[in-house]
Nanobody, 121 residues
């Protein structure tokens, strides 16, 4: 079983910063890509950052130049550094990983349970 656990959410004023963490564990053979999503009440789930195994990153216009995705492979941890936060960034943030497992050999997208980020204006 593969598990992803997010942490680091909380209440922050507009203009402030937060760093989210996602620690992963399990029978992982390879992680092809990792992503951060977010979902606010009444909205669909939005992709906010992607990191490939080659180290390339992508961001939508809504967070570009403010958010940074990174990974520490030694610590099995994915990060999302969020700066210059806005009220519209308020959402539950989810970690996602495309994982190839062993015993059994499989490929699947895994999700964490989410961590709440609230930005006050």
């Amino acid at each position: 079983q593969v598990q992803l656990v997010e942490s680091g959410g909380g209440l922050v004023p507009a203009g402030g910063s937060l760093r989210l963490s996602c620690t992963y564990s399990g029978n992982i053979f390879r992680i092809n890509a990792m992503r951060w999503y977010r979902q606010a009440p009444g909205n669909g789930r939005e992709l906010v950052a992607t990191l490939t195994t080659r180290g390339s990153t992508t961001y939508p216009d809504s967070v570009r130049d403010r958010f940074t995705i990174s990974r520490d492979t030694a610590k099995n941890t994915l990060y999302l550094q969020m700066n210059s936060l806005k009220a519209e960034d308020t959402a539950v943030y989810y970690c996602n990983a495309l994982v190839i497992t062993t015993a059994p050999l499989d490929a699947m997208n895994y999700w964490g349970e989410g961590t709440l980020v609230t930005v006050s204006s």
